[in-house]
Nanobody, 115 residues
Framework: QVQLVESGGGLVQPGGSLRLSCAAS????????MGWYRQAPGKQRELVAR???????NYADFVRGRFTISRDNAKNTVYLQMNSLSPEDTAVYYC?????????WGQGTQVTVSS
């Protein structure tokens, strides 16, 4: 069974940065595009960024230019570098394949942007 373990969240001031990590067990990681998703209170989960098996990336408009997704296939890990954070980025961040293939989501990592 594939497991997803997100980490790296925390409390940061507006304008600050965080780097999230997601470790995925199993072989599904290397065969699929991976994505970072987020869910803010009272809102639906949304795709933030996606990275293909190579270096192709896609970003939601609301993070383009501020967030960078990357992956290390040798470590089965995907990263999300988040810069210029704003309170609107406050959410629980999750990783999964993109599109979603793993039904058991990880616990996510909380990102709170507040002064």
């Amino acid at each position: 069974q594939v497991q997803l373990v997100e980490s790296g969240g925390g409390l940061v001031q507006p304008g600050g940065s965080l780097r999230l990590s997601c470790a995925a067990s199993g072989s599904i990681f290397s065969r699929n595009a991976m994505g970072w998703y987020r869910q803010a209170p009272g809102k639906q989960r949304e795709l933030v960024a996606r990275i293909g098996g190579g270096i192709s990336t896609n970003y939601a408009d609301f993070v383009r230019g501020r967030f960078t997704i990357s992956r290390d296939n040798a470590k089965n890990t995907v990263y999300l570098q988040m810069n210029s954070l704003s309170p609107e980025d406050t959410a629980v961040y999750y990783c999964n394949t993109a599109p979603v293939l793993i039904h058991n989501w990880g616990q996510g990592t909380q990102v709170t942007v507040s002064s």
